[in-house]
Nanobody, 119 residues
Framework: QVQLVESGGGLVQAGGSLRLSCAAS?????MGWFRQAPGKEREFVAT????????YYADSVKGRFTIYRDNSKNTVYLQMNSLKPEDTAVYYC???????????????WGQGTQVTVSS
């Protein structure tokens, strides 16, 4: 099973930016980012196919967030711009054998990193 370690979370004002990192111990077909706010279900944010670099985003983050990977470092990044208070959540990265937005399709998960956006 692939081990994942997220980093880069923190506190930022609305309109600001953060970059999250997810370092993986191995490769999978796809890597995704999810988030979970207090009292809410975990929701899909973005995903990327390791080999082709194809990406897919949730409508709520499209145009503001960018997922990309560094194959040489086995690391996937989530660049988050124009952050809003509603982006506040714990962000998780996860691996999958397919391209999708359903969390049940993802098997290995990181420990999560907190992102807080103040208004």
């Amino acid at each position: 099973q692939v081990q994942l370690v997220e980093s880069g979370g923190g506190l930022v004002q609305a309109g600001g930016s953060l970059r999250l990192s997810c370092a993986a111990s191995g490769r999978s077909y796809a890597m995704g980012w999810f988030r979970q706010a207090p009292g809410k279900e975990r929701e899909f944010v973005a995903t990327i196919i390791w080999s082709a670099g194809w990406t897919y985003y949730a409508d709520s983050v499209k145009g503001r967030f960018t997922i990309y990977r560094d194959n040489s470092k086995n690391t996937v990044y989530l660049q988050m711009n124009s952050l809003k208070p509603e982006d506040t959540a714990v962000y998780y990265c996860a691996t999958s054998a397919r391209l999708g937005r359903d969390s049940h399709d993802y098997d290995s998960w990181g420990q999560g990193t907190q992102v807080t956006v103040s208004s």
